[in-house]
């Protein structure tokens, strides 16, 4: 069983930044972030592999979010910067044991209950 808590979502004003962090209870596994706009699917944001070498981001937000952890802690970030009102949504890490960089839901065993970005215009 992997426990993951995310946390710094918020509210803030577009083309700003903010750092969400997720606290995971194992680094062995790649971990992901996704998120889940107001009415919509739950989409793939980024994943970062177990060791931190490899990352892959959806076409969608490259070049805005930067997916980073540090395993002597336990965490996993995602840097958003600059923020878009079409951000808004809530953000889940997830945890994908057997899995290098998954990009599919199915692929995550494990999730957050999400921490919440609103982001203005």
């Known amino acids: 069983q992997v426990h993951l808590a995310e946390s710094g979502g918020g509210l803030v004003q577009g083309g700003g930044s903010l750092r969400l962090s997720c606290e995971t209870s194992?680094?062995?596994?790649?971990l992901g972030w996704w998120r889940q706009p107001p009415g919509k699917e739950r989409e793939f944001v980024a994943v970062?592999?177990?060791?931190?070498?490899?990352?892959k981001y959806a076409d969608s937000v490259k070049g805005r979010f930067t997916i980073g952890r540090d395993n002597a802690k336990n965490t996993a970030s995602l840097q958003i910067d600059p923020l878009k009102v079409e951000d808004t949504a809530v953000y889940l890490c997830?945890?994908?044991?057997?899995?290098?960089?998954?990009?599919?839901?199915?692929?995550?065993?494990?999730w957050g209950r999400g921490t919440e970005v609103t982001v203005s215009s």
């Open positions: 997830a945890a994908a044991p057997g899995w290098n960089l998954p990009t599919e839901r199915w692929q995550y065993t494990y």
């Open positions: 194992s680094v062995e596994y790649a």
């Open positions: 970062i592999d177990s060791d931190g070498r490899r990352t």
